[in-house]
Nanobody, 125 residues
Framework: QPQLVESGGGLVQPGGSLRLSCAAS????????IGWFRQAPGKEREGVSC????????NYVDSVKGRFTISRDNAKNTVFLQMNSLKPEDTAVYYC??????????????????WGQGTQVTVSS
């Protein structure tokens, strides 16, 4: 059974950092682009960042550029999201998802095949 599990969320003060992990089981990540998404209370799920299957191509939405870094370790079947300079507006449940292709095509949630259960990130003083 393909499964993704996110971890690393928590409560952090504004300006702080967190590193999220997305671990796969039941399938290998190395043939999938992986996206990170987030959903704040009362809002729709939105794409944050994406990384191609090889890690050679990355993409970020404007609101996180320069603060977030996506990476992957295919040998460990894991993708990471390093989040620095966190802001209260980054508060959300963060999800990772496996895309159907090796490249990042879009942040359309309906294009992604497998999803994790999410990890809560709260940025507050």
């Amino acid at each position: 059974q393909p499964q993704l599990v996110e971890s690393g969320g928590g409560l952090v003060q504004p300006g702080g950092s967190l590193r999220l992990s997305c671990a796969a089981s039941g399938f290998t990540l190395d043939s999938h682009a992986i996206g990170w998404f987030r959903q704040a209370p009362g809002k729709e799920r939105e794409g944050v960042s994406c990384i191609s299957s090889s890690g050679g191509s990355t993409n970020y939405v404007d609101s996180v550029k320069g603060r977030f870094t996506i990476s992957r370790d295919n040998a460990k079947n894991t993708v990471f999201l390093q989040m620095n300079s966190l802001k209260p507006e980054d508060t959300a449940v963060y999800y990772c998802a496996a895309g159907p292709e090796y490249y990042c095509s879009s942040y359309d949630i309906y294009e992604y095949d497998y999803w994790g259960q999410g990890t809560q990130v709260t940025v507050s003083s």
